[in-house]
């Protein structure tokens, strides 16, 4: 499979200009003071690496979307992650995008997925919607070396939450072409598990999916509503992460913080990137730090501080 040559030349210069795009959008902190250091707030106890709807795929730019670019992105964004030495990391779903061939999507999810491999880790994965398009859930996660689409852990004192928003509403899983992407649905069984899941235990949990919860279709899933219930009832979510709408929101519901991340498919790899660090705050805020054309949030109790408009 072959890379575009501008992809593999830019690398060196993309990292040292993305420095100045972030500084540039104002989502570097205070000036002279890192990012990543803790402040009289409160300590770091731990930083995820976030990101989200790199679409890669071997062929020209579409639009907006520069889909071999994705390679110098998600490096870049590593490179990020490394230096803040993050304790995880999670990808949000739309791994790959659409081929022509069932063979030519699987080439496209190994090589990106090659690149994901050298992010510090553990690394997580969530499906979205063009991570099955052509594949089912079972070879996606094959060659993603996973064997659940909804699962959860522990790391420290915090629960995380990935969920699987790819089925119809039937119920009916994703793959091979048997859906449209505004039909998003969780289903019982999983809505269910999400519950007793919640109810095992005390701590802080976040929660991860690719299709949004707090808003309806197109971009929301049909039963969004459940499953906030579900959320609240269990008096532990303080956070959701998602991705899908390429543009970005945030949005507060009953105390829980909705964070729709913003695509790093979208815009050539010489102007921007987009991706996130988040920080687990002793005191209990949120600090998501983001990159390029991500804002930066800051989450704690009835209080936002969010550039995303």
């Known amino acids: 499979m072959s890379v575009h040559p501008a992809v593999t030349t830019n690398r060196r210069d993309f990292l040292s200009r993305s420095v100045g795009l ?34 890669y795929a071997d062929r020209p730019p579409a639009g907006s979307r520069y889909y071999r670019d994705s390679l110098v992105k998600l490096a870049a964004a590593g490179d990020e992650f490394a230096r803040a030495k993050t304790d995880l990391v999670v990808e949000l779903g739309d791994f790959i995008d659409t081929a022509e061939t069932l063979e030519a999507e699987q080439g496209f999810l190994r090589r990106i997925n090659a690149e ?35 699962y959860s852990f522990d790391h420290g004192n915090v629960h995380f939450v990935m969920l699987d928003g790819c089925f119809r509403g ?3 899983p994703y793959g091979r072409k048997n859906f449209t992407w505004t039909d998003s649905f969780i289903p019982p069984d999983q809505l269910e598990w999400l ?11 976040l929660v991860f999916v690719h299709q949004c919860l707090d808003v309806e279709p197109p971009f929301g899933v049909k039963n969004a509503s459940q499953v ?49 660090i988040l920080e687990v705050l002793a005191d209990g805020r949120l600090q998501l730090t983001g990159f390029g054309a991500q804002p930066s949030l800051t989450l704690g109790g009835d209080a936002v501080d969010a550039k995303i408009r």
């Open 22 to 55: 972030v500084t540039g959008l104002g989502l570097a902190g205070v000036a002279g003071r890192s990012v990543f250091s803790a402040d009289e707030a409160g300590a770091p106890i731990l930083r995820i690496g976030l990101v989200t709807d790199i679409h």
């Open 116 to 150: 994901y491999q050298k992010l510090p880790g553990p690394r997580y994965y969530v499906l979205g919607n063009h991570c099955v398009f052509a594949l089912t859930k079972a070879e996606f996660l094959d060659i993603a070396g996973f064997d659940k689409s909804y």
């Open 170 to 172: 039937d119920g009916t």
């Open 195 to 205: 519950r007793q899941d919640l109810a095992t235990g005390d701590g802080p949990a």
């Open 228 to 276: 906030r219930q579900a959320l609240e009832a269990s008096g532990r979510v303080k956070a959701v992460f998602q991705g899908h709408n390429h543009r970005g929101a945030y949005r507060q519901i009953n105390g829980i913080h909705y964070c729709t991340l913003r695509a790093m498919i979208e815009g050539p790899v010489s102007e921007t990137n987009a991706f996130s």
